[in-house]
């Protein structure tokens, strides 16, 4: 569950890309996508768990899909296949250099808006945000540097698990029983840390 400042920041965010769509000016929106990107530098993937349309309307369909207690299908890519974020990444860059030189106006956002929703119907949020979303591989490159980050305080964390199962994107990795977050692939949602009955998460 989201806290009541996110989810208004988010609606607002969605909100305001659905007009930008509604009147033709959905380009526009890329001015804060870059913006996300220099935040991305010092403060992580916020623009990913707080402002990115894709990602809220992606909450939406999950919330609603565990109020019917619809399971879906498992992720059918994993972590072996790292090369598929890649492909995808590619296709995209191909079709905005393609949209450049033919002067031809591509509604790429608005599509890839449309192919997470659908997508999240039938797959967990995984699919989407740890190996399809070409704004999120451009958003792990700066978020490598990040000042503050998504943190687990190793002194009071039990490896409960329970941070790894709510998160959206993958991003809680174990090794020898010690839980971390990766924050090149954390979206900054603040889930985990809503999950943690023991208070070891946060942003620090
Ligand atoms: S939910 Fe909290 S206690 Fe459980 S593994 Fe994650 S950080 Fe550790
Ligand atoms: S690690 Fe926590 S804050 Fe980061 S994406 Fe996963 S649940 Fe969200």
Redesign the pocket.
Known sequence: MKNKLQLIIQLTFLALFLFLVGTGRVQLWMGLFLLGVVLALLLS?LY??WICPINTVMNGVSWVKKKLGLKGYKTPLTRTKPWIRYLVFALFVATFITSMVTGRQIPVLPALFAIGLILTFFFPEQLW?RYLCPYGTILSLPATTARYT?AIDQEKCTSCAI?KK???????EVNDKQYT??KK?????????A?CKEGA?S?C
């Not at 709510?166 to 809680?172: K, L, Y």
């Open positions: 993937r990913c768990g945000h998504m941070c709510v998160c959206p994107a993958d991003a809680v977050i990766n692939e954390c979206l900054v949602c603040l889930d985990c840390l999950n998460i942003y």
